[in-house]
């Protein structure tokens, strides 16, 4: 079931009542039999994936589990060979976790891209083959990364392997993440969804309006602007550079809107239950460099990549031996910079081949993880810069200016991975700049979204604006809301609700998440 | 507000929303379930979904109907009005675009258990073999619970609380309405068929131009296939024949034209199977391929045949001697001739001739005649004398739009080599100098004359001195002699603006600048009613068969509202396509090509315009 | 202290390190930043800070960071 449904409402609906209806020793069991339905509505082929994964991860820290424990019960022996034991130790974990990951990842791999690489293959060869047609289960991304993490936690000592199989099910399968994150983490989620939480009105009050405000925001702007998004980007060709400028910065806009919406949507259905989910986004366009915007887009997997990728390849010892060997060659600065900056290029290369297949998504790799490593070796000459404009950190108008060009560079990364071929997307840029006249203002509107549909978008957009300046300033406008005269309130809600409504019924073809089949 | 009571809010502010909702696509009603109370607008809600719009209709005219047809948007050209004729009956077209032969079964259960039921006409095609049982699952396609016999409530609430999307498109369509049907309310609610009034009334004639126009719709392509449903679509239709039989009810079953190309997609072997199996149920009339087939005019796309063929068929059907079939259209198969009906079909592939049924027909336009005309402008006596006997030597045969109209819709005779010498004005000279012309050659012709100038000398009220027009008189005389007709400038919309004392100058039949659709109408259905009874009272004939479009102006409406008076041929003054005749196809008299001839044009000129 | 304050500065120019103990919590410091500082650490006090090392508790003040050092065995 598509979460954008009456259905999925209504499901959500039961399971609430059932969960605050049950003994608290059993909630958790409640949460598994949600998921399960959820899961299984969709595909059952897809189950089977999922329940394989399961059950390797769970036995992969089953053993790491049992070996750290020997390991600590040997160490804690008076006179054992430490350093020996430790080593032995080490090689067994990783022996055991590198065949776990490889199989973890090597599935997603597999289901995501062997079709892509057979069809380049039989072009090379000159040959055809039918497609394999893999399915590409629900949210297999997020639970393959959810339960990575959840492996080297293990293997790293810092929490204890979950014993119970069911329950380890409920924290790799539980439903509102499985749709696209956001990627929990074991220590914070799984206390909550075993403990039978207590009814709290506030917090199912914040899961509602989680809900209303993550659906308004998918449906009256990513779905309003994605046709017009759709059709630029499938042929860039066809636009003047206006549109396809514009299309750049819409897609920016849908792609926030749909993927934050979509969060916002699972974190308040996770909170109906007392389960507070991993924060994804905290609005990522006032961001004011690339750094900062990858703290702020998607931080659920930025954080993710930080513990399980750049760390340990930044404190790797071929890659520090290197960073020593340069720092003879080339100074010291060039030494300490290369760490960094190789890993941040190498952990952008991963997030842009886990997007999907082709140059694409590494050049969208590449300019990122170039982008903050230029960011920070020209940290020194900004500074510098900055002090000879006499320009105060803290002045507006550089502020505005930093936000602005931040949002610019993503959009740009965008339009690598998400136009046709990375040619393409180069093009696309290019004629913007080159081609920008809009021959025929008429051409504005007609590219794919009604009239209607520019001043809904628009409108809820600036809403959206609003309420996230709000933020940005420190002011919570439901907090401010919370305040106003229940009348008010009520209309609040009243409207927000008529809109889901009137436009989530039958006749409503949901537009899929763009992150929903990564 | 604490929390608490912000969740006792919420649950009502839900109820609420929901109950808006509801009420909101109750009052609309776009797909017309809940007797659309505020719009009362059929052909929006058919539009949106026939199956369900349609039942209400039928609801609300209990004793109006007796017989149906039943199809899916091929038998929208079968015209109730033609069936009620030939059986004294009252026919409703109950087609729904997208049907197949499961509905039309339910249909049947349905009529019969509700409804006094005399005839049905079921139509049947390529169409009901490929798709059976589908299209429940969207709102346009799904059909109403009291015919599929499911929940009514679940049926009632699916509709209430759909997305008001469609309520919303039926608010904002409602000031957007025309007189000429536009996307969203393409339906006639008393017949229950398509308005096709635009395309009925789109001039049709050389084909390489029809098809140059409508190529998209005409592109077809696919490899020869079988058709997959023949079995079920078999099945319900001995359900429908059972039902029939045992109600008492003259069932016609009707497998539809094709065009060649949708033809020739699937394999003999399906086209074969069906055919036998459907004698075995039934007798029934094939017009699936003639020589029809061959001409894409006869056909709005590939997938629908034109009303003119839905008019021939019926014609076949009930031995109509008043419209044109050809030959080979249309066979009686009963389970005693189908394998030798079978054989020939396929054995003799059909033909179509273009000198058979089709004639081109070039027009001359003269205006005034003079004695040393002071501009070309004007003929004078000796030229039109020389043009019509340049014209008869080449073998060329001056004929009446009687004989025009007669070729088209009865298939009467046309002279190898047509031509059509027409008159614009009314002048007195036309009388005077080109009858008696045409009298020593016993050459046809055809006046049009302005209704008003009729007999006048001087401008109307503002007594400006003009050209003399001949009067009702010399227009008896002319008529009586048979080689004259007279058709129609209009009685008073082709005015002369230096002549004119007051604004709104109607020059020809367009509406005035800023003019509303509501008042133009009204303006020209006074002007052609006005210049019909003056006919009728002066000639004492019915009224009249072809109007000449004064400076040749027209619009899509003003040809649908001549084509609702009855006024078979229209004429203009554009020379940029042939006019072609075709048998059976009345579209192919209107918006006529003419040339103009003046006193300057030369025999060669006069020729290459003949196309000689 | 004094060889890591000085490597401190020397990572990232204009960052006040007495004046605050939530460097990461703030983002003042991210990711990139201590992954060059460790790596300076690393090389200058002659220990091995590990991936389970990296946590913001370890990281949001100069004192946590001397402190860490001293733990793995590194200070004066």
């Known amino acids: 079931m598509s979460i954008m449904s009456g259905v999925f409402l209504l499901f959500l609906a039961a399971a609430v009542a059932v969960y605050y209806l049950t003994p608290k020793k059993v909630r958790w069991l409640v949460l598994l039999a949600a998921s399960a339905v959820f899961y299984l509505s969709a595909s059952v082929k897809a189950g089977a994936y999922l329940l394989l994964t399961i059950a390797v991860t769970y036995a992969a820290a089953r053993v790491l589990g049992a070996l750290l424990e020997r390991e600590r019960a040997a160490l804690a022996v008076p006179g054992a060979p430490a350093a020996q034991l430790r080593r032995r130790g080490l090689r067994r974990r990783r022996l055991v976790l590198a065949g776990a990951l490889v199989l973890n990842f090597g599935t997603l791999a597999v289901l995501k891209y062997l079709d892509s690489w057979l069809a380049s293959a039989q072009r090379l060869l000159g040959l055809t083959a039918p497609r394999l047609g893999l399915l590409l289960p629900l949210g297999i991304s997020f639970y393959i990364f959810q339960t990575s993490g959840y492996l080297m936690d293990v293997y790293r000592g810092k929490i204890k392997p979950e014993r119970n199989l069911l329950k380890y099910a409920l924290f790799t399968a539980w439903f509102p993440q499985m749709v696209q994150g956001p990627i929990n983490r074991y220590d914070k989620l799984a206390p909550q969804l075993f403990a039978g939480n207590d009814f709290d009105p506030d917090g199912v009050k914040y899961g509602l309006q989680l809900i209303l405000w993550g659906m308004l925001k998918k449906m009256l702007i990513a779905d309003k602007l994605a046709p017009g998004v759709n059709a630029v980007f499938a042929d860039p060709t066809a636009y003047t550079g206006a549109i396809t400028g514009l299309a750049a910065v819409l897609y920016s806009i849908q792609l926030y809107c749909d993927f934050s919406g979509g969060v916002d949507l699972v974190r308040g259905a996770s909170r109906l239950f007392g389960v507070d989910m991993a924060e994804n986004f905290n609005r990522p366009y006032f961001a004011v460099s690339i750094d900062d915007f990858w703290r702020r887009w998607h931080i659920s997997l930025g954080e993710w990549m930080k513990d399980y990728l750049f760390y340990p390849l930044a404190l790797s010892k071929p890659l520090n031996r290197l960073g020593k060997r340069l720092r003879g060659v080339f100074g010291r600065r060039a030494g300490q910079l290369f760490v960094p900056c190789v890993s941040t290029v190498l952990v952008f290369l991963a997030v842009g081949l886990w997007q999907g297949p082709g140059f694409g998504n590494i050049a969208y790799g590449l300019w990122n993880g170039g982008l903050m490593s230029l960011g920070m070796i020209c940290a020194p000459a900004c500074a510098r810069l900055r002090a000879a404009l006499r320009l105060r950190d803290d002045s507006k108008l550089l502020r505005i200016f930093r936000s602005l060009r931040t949002f610019a560079l993503v959009a740009i990364g965008r339009c690598f991975s998400q136009a046709p071929t990375f040619r393409l997307g180069v093009w696309m840029l290019a004629h913007t700049v080159a081609a920008f006249g809009p021959k025929d203002p008429a051409l504005l509107v007609s590219f794919g979204i009604g009239s209607v549909d520019w001043i809904v978008a628009l409108t809820a957009l600036a809403v959206v604006f609003a309420v996230s300046l709000a933020g940005e300033r420190g002011v919570s406008v439901r907090a401010w809301l919370d305040r106003r005269h229940p009348v008010l309130q009520f209309a609040v809600v009243f409207l927000a609700v008529l809109i889901i409504v009137a436009g989530l019924s039958e006749g409503y073809v949901p537009i899929s998440y763009v992150y929903e089949n990564i | ?612 | 202290m004094e060889k890591l304050m000085r490597i401190l500065e020397d990572c990232c120019p204009g960052v006040d390190f007495t004046g605050s103990d939530r460097l990461i919590d703030d983002d003042i410091i991210t990711s990139l930043n201590i992954v060059m500082i460790v790596g300076e650490i690393n090389s200058e006090f002659g220990v091995s800070i590990s991936v389970n090392d990296l946590v913001p508790e370890n990281f949001n003040s100069a004192q946590a960071m001397y402190d860490l050092i001293v733990r793995l065995g590194g200070g004066e």
């Open chain 2, 1 to 612: 507000m604490s929390s608490k009571k912000w969740l006792v809010m919420f649950p009502c502010a839900v109820a609420l929303a929901v109950l808006t909702v509801a009420l909101f696509n109750i009052l609309v009603d776009p797909f017309g379930i809940f007797g659309d109370p505020i719009y009362d607008w059929y052909s929006y809600d058919e539009t949106n979904n026939p199956r369900i719009a349609k039942v209400r209709w039928l609801e609300d005219h209990p004793e109006d109907y007796d017989s149906f047809i039943l199809g899916s948007s091929s038998a929208a050209s079968y015209d109730p009005e033609q069936l009620n004729g030939y059986l004294d009956a009252s026919f409703y077209n109950l087609f729904a675009y997208g049907a197949d032969t499961k509905d039309y079964r339910d249909m049947t259960k349905y009529l019969l258990e509700n409804y006094r039921v005399k005839n049905i006409v079921l139509n049947l095609g390529i169409n009901e073999c490929f798709n059976y049982d589908v299209g429940e699952d969207t709102m346009n396609n799904r059909m109403h619970a009291k015919v599929t016999g499911g929940s009514l409530l679940a049926f009632t609430l699916k509709f209430a609380l759909t997305t008001t999307q469609n309520s919303i498109e039926k608010v904002l369509s409602r000031p957007r309405d025309t007189e000429l049907p536009q996307a969203f309310d393409v339906f006639v609610p008393e017949t229950g068929v398509y308005d096709k009034r635009v395309r009925d009334t789109e001039p049709i004639g050389d084909l390489a131009a029809y098809e140059s126009i409508y190529a998209a719709d005409f592109a077809f392509s696919t490899a020869v296939r079988e058709m997959p449903h023949i079995d079920e679509c078999l099945a319900s239709v001995r359900e429908i024949s059972d039902m029939c039989r045992k109600a008492g009810v003259n069932l016609i079953v009707v497998v539809n034209p094709e065009y060649i190309a949708r033809w020739n997609s699937v394999s003999e072997a399906s086209m074969r199977r069906f055919r036998e199996g459907l004698a075995q149920i039934t007798d029934y009339w094939d017009f699936a391929l003639s020589s029809l087939s061959l001409d894409s005019r006869y056909y709005y796309d590939v997938d629908h045949f034109r009303n003119a063929a839905g008019t021939m068929a019926m014609a076949r059907i009930f031995s109509d001697p008043e419209v044109y079939v050809p030959e080979d259209y249309g066979a009686f198969v009963t389970e005693e001739t189908v394998d030798a009906y079978l054989d020939r079909l396929f054995s003799e592939p059909p033909q179509a001739r273009m000198e058979d049924y089709t004639r081109t027909l070039p027009i001359l336009m003269y205006h005034h005649l003079e004695e040393d005309p002071a501009t070309s402008a004007n003929v004078s006596p000796e030229t039109f004398e020389a043009h019509l006997k340049l014209l008869l030597e080449h073998g060329y045969t001056p004929v009446s739009l009687r004989e025009m109209e007669d070729f088209v819709t009865r298939g009467g005779e046309l002279p190898e080599k047509p031509v059509l010498i027409t008159f614009d004005d009314g002048y007195e000279s036309n009388y005077e100098l080109a009858f008696p012309i045409l009298q020593k050659y016993g050459a046809k012709a055809v006046i049009f004359p302005i209704g008003v100038s009729v007999g006048k000398t001087l401008y109307k009220d503002t007594d400006y001195v003009m050209t003399p027009h001949f009067g009702f008189d010399e227009m008896r005389e002319m008529v009586s002699s048979g080689l004259v007709e007279i058709g129609s400038h209009t009685w008073d919309m082709h005015q002369w603006p230096p002549f004119e004392s007051g604004d709104g100058v109607r020059e020809n039949i367009l509406p005035l600048s800023g003019e509303s659709e509501e008042d133009y109408l009204a303006a020209l259905r006074a002007d052609l009613a006005q210049y019909d009874a003056v006919i009728r009272r002066e000639l004492g004939q019915e009224g009249f068969l072809a109007l000449a479009y004064p400076s040749g102006q027209y619009n899509t409406l003003s040809e649908v509202v001549l084509y609702e008076n009855a006024i078979p041929i229209t004429l203009t003054v554009r020379t940029d396509r042939p006019n072609v005749l075709i048998r059976g196809l009345p579209q192919s008299l209107r918006a006529l090509s003419r040339w103009s001839v003046d006193n300057a044009t030369t025999p060669e000129e006069l020729l290459k315009i003949l196309g000689a």
